[in-house]
């Protein structure tokens, strides 16, 4: 599973929480593995950090509360700072060895003595996700097969940058949604202890 730690739009405070709660969860959950972090403006401040984990930590999803006087700014009113834990939707791995279904048929048109007696056009599907190619081209098979490989790893290539910037989509809408209020954690002090519910 994949994990975003955001602060939002919140201030500082709420970017120095994001930093300091990921390395609190760490501790309490060695197996998670951070992927990226986006520094915020202090030392130690993150405006999201995005981590994985193998074992299901879908009780972590929600705002988390941090309860402290504010380290930047001294008799801020201010005591409670919000965060949010959101879980980011995995981009689908599209497989591409062996996946193929390969179709030949007989070309029409001009092209010599070979047309419609050798079957020279090449149709590839790409069973995972149905993307097809089809090769006419060329006057060998052989070829036609090389072109149609082509088109399929140029239309993968493109299904892989899209569903990355669907995930990246996803993380940043992720990132401007804070709920404050029936936080699923409380963290008191400098310490960030871990208030029991």
Known sequence: MIFQISAGQGPEECELATGRIFEALQKEFPQIVKISGKTGKGKGCYESITFSAD???TFLEGTVQWICQ???????????WFIDISII??????REDGDYRIEKFHCGGNGGQNVNKVETGIRIVHIPTGITAVSTEERSQYRNKQRAMEKI????ADLKRQRAAEQKNQAWREHSRIVRGN???VYTGMEFSLMEK
Do not use: Q
């Open 89 to 94: 939707p995995e981009r689908k791995d599209i």
């Open 70 to 80: 504010s380290p930047f700014r001294p008799g801020h009113k201010r005591k409670n």
């Open 153 to 156: 790893d140029a239309r993968l």
């Open 55 to 57: 074992s299901s930590l």
């Open 183 to 185: 936080p699923v954690r």
